[in-house]
C-alpha cells in the first residue's frame, strides 16, 4: 500500500498570505494518478487539482500543484477566507487507492 | 449537470449489515469513462476509500475491509450500491459516494451520510 504522508498537520497561515503544502508518498506515484482535494466543515470534498497540476476549470489560478515521483506540494496564494479549509491529497496509481490524513489550514 | 445521491439508514446495530445505495443523474453509469466508488470519513478523521466498481460489475476493495464489503451495481436503475456486514463501532461514519475517472481523480461527490452503528 502506498502511504501518503502530508505535512504539516496544520498550518496557521494569515489572510492574503501563502500556504504551502506537502505530500510525501512512500513510493513512487505516477503523476497522472495524483490529486488534491479540499473539504470544507459539512460539504464533500472538491476536486481541486488533477494528475499533479492540473486545476480544475473554476478553481482559481491561486491554487498550484506541483511535483512528481513521492514529492507533491499544494500551494494556495492569498489566502481567502473560504481557503481555510482541510486539504486531501490522493494517490490512484497503485490499489489500494490512498489519501493523505490532511492538512488543516487555519487563520492566523 | 452530474449527482450523486447517498441513501439509506442512518443507524445500524453493532453485527448487522450496513447497506446503503448512490443513485446517480445526469450521467449514465454505464459510462467506459469512469468508476463509481464509496469513501467514508469516521467523526473529526480523515477520507477512507472504500473500494469501487466499473459498470461491468469488475470491483476493487480496500484490503482491511474486503472480507466485510460488496458493492455492486443497478444499470437498470443507474444505482451502485454499498454493503459492509459485521459492522461495530468503528464503522460509523460519514459514507460519499463519488465518480472517478478511470485511473484519476474522484470529481464529482454526493452530499454524503450519516451512519451509526449502535444498539
Known amino acids: 500500500e502506498i502511504v501518503l504522508t502530508q505535512s504539516p498537520g496544520t498550518l496557521s497561515v494569515s489572510p492574503g498570505e501563502r500556504a504551502t503544502l506537502s505530500c510525501r508518498a512512500s513510493?513512487?506515484?505516477?503523476?497522472?494518478?495524483f490529486a488534491w482535494y479540499q473539504q470544507r466543515p459539512g460539504q464533500a470534498p472538491r476536486l481541486l487539482i488533477y494528475?499533479?497540476?492540473s486545476r480544475v476549470p473554476g478553481i482559481p489560478d491561486r491554487f498550484s500543484g506541483s511535483g512528481s515521483g513521492t514529492n507533491f506540494t499544494l500551494s494556495v496564494s492569498r489566502l481567502e477566507p473560504d481557503d481555510y479549509a482541510v486539504y486531501y491529497c490522493?494517490?490512484?496509481?497503485?490499489?489500494?487507492?490512498?489519501f493523505g490524513q490532511g492538512t488543516k489550514v487555519e487563520i492566523k | 449537470q452530474l449527482q450523486l445521491q447517498e441513501s439509506g439508514p442512518g443507524l445500524v446495530k453493532p453485527s448487522e449489515t450496513l447497506s446503503l445505495t448512490c443513485t446517480v443523474s445526469g450521467d449514465s453509469i454505464t459510462s467506459s469513462s469512469h468508476y463509481w466508488g464509496w469513501i467514508r470519513q469516521p467523526p473529526l478523521k480523515g477520507l477512507e476509500w472504500i473500494g469501487n466498481i466499473y459498470y461491468t460489475g469488475t470491483t476493487d476493495y480496500s484490503p482491511p475491509l474486503r472480507s466485510r464489503v460488496t458493492i455492486s451495481v443497478d444499470t437498470s436503475k443507474n444505482q451502485f450500491s454499498l454493503r459492509l456486514a459485521s459492522v461495530t463501532a468503528a464503522d460509523t461514519a460519514l459514507y460519499f459516494c463519488?465518480?472517478?475517472?478511470?485511473?484519476?481523480?474522484?470529481?464529482?461527490w454526493g452530499q454524503g451520510l450519516l451512519v451509526t452503528v449502535s444498539s
Open positions: 490522493h494517490q490512484s496509481w497503485r490499489s489500494p487507492q490512498t
Open positions: 513510493q513512487s506515484i505516477n503523476s497522472n494518478y
Open positions: 463519488a465518480r472517478q475517472v478511470v485511473g484519476g481523480d474522484y470529481g464529482d
Open positions: 494528475t499533479a497540476s
